[in-house]
């Protein structure tokens, strides 16, 4: 069924590195697709989003592109800051059975 | 403001009891879900309704119920038959896609985090 592959952590980064979270999807068709960022202690916040081929979600300074080609959607920001540490999770919602499937997180420190 | 509420934020219980987990959503959305994160870990899926009045099993449902008699709640308890409940409670609620709407719109409340004492 359709699915997504996080790249695993953890990844430690100097301030105003950059950072690339890679995430790749395996679907029967062009479903969205989501980042999710979980800051400690908390509940899980819509980072971005893209709907179709080609789209280009972004916010807060992180891109991510819905490429088709290489079924992927991976996480991109130019430069960290110390705010930016957290778990981040690609996920992709199913419509044949109406669940998300989510990578398996990945957590992001950012060392000032 | 639209969002989903959970409450507590931190709910503490003794062996052998039972607590309830409250969700809220004033999103207007169909359907939601209760996953479990434990430290370190990534989401599990314990129930979901997509309809008030009907409720599925997840991944890890034993030891858990749920109901859903409001479209706008929808309750966890986690019962004493669960051997290892101290963890992360999230709910999330979906709206699916239909013909002619635009994209799937998935958000999470803030969490609880349950402790055995």
């Known amino acids: 069924g359709d699915s997504v592959t996080q790249m695993e952590g953890p990844v430690t980064l100097s301030e105003e590195a950059f950072l690339t979270i890679n995430c790749t999807y395996t679907a029967t068709g062009y479903p969205s697709l989501f980042w999710y960022v979980q800051y400690p202690g908390e509940g899980l916040q819509l980072l971005l989003k893209a709907t179709k081929a080609d789209d280009k979600g972004s916010n807060k300074g992180f891109e991510a592109t819905y490429r088709k080609e290489t079924t992927s959607f991976h996480l991109e920001k130019g430069s960290v800051q110390v705010s930016d540490s957290a778990v981040y999770f690609c996920?992709?919602?199913?419509?044949?059975?109406?669940?998300?499937?989510f990578g398996a997180g990945t957590t992001v420190t950012v060392r000032a | 403001d639209g969002g989903i509420t959970q409450s507590p934020k931190y709910l503490f219980r003794k062996e052998g009891q039972n607590v309830t987990l409250s969700c809220e959503q004033n999103?207007?959305?169909?359907?939601m879900y209760w996953y479990r994160q434990d430290p370190g870990q990534g989401l599990r899926l314990i129930y979901y309704s997509q309809i008030v009045n009907d409720f599925q099993k997840g991944d890890i449902a034993e030891g858990y119920s749920v109901s859903r008699e409001k479209k706008e709640s929808f309750p966890l308890t986690v019962t004493s038959a669960q051997k290892n409940p101290t963890a992360f409670y999230l709910c999330?609620?979906?709206?699916?896609?239909?013909?002619?709407?635009?994209?799937?719109?998935?958000?999470f409340g803030q969490g609880t985090r349950l402790t055995v004492v």
């Open positions: 999330a609620s979906i709206k699916w896609v239909s013909e002619g709407e635009e994209d799937t719109e998935a958000f």
């Open positions: 996920a992709l919602p199913r419509s044949n059975d109406y669940k998300l499937s």
């Open positions: 999103l207007n959305h169909d359907a």
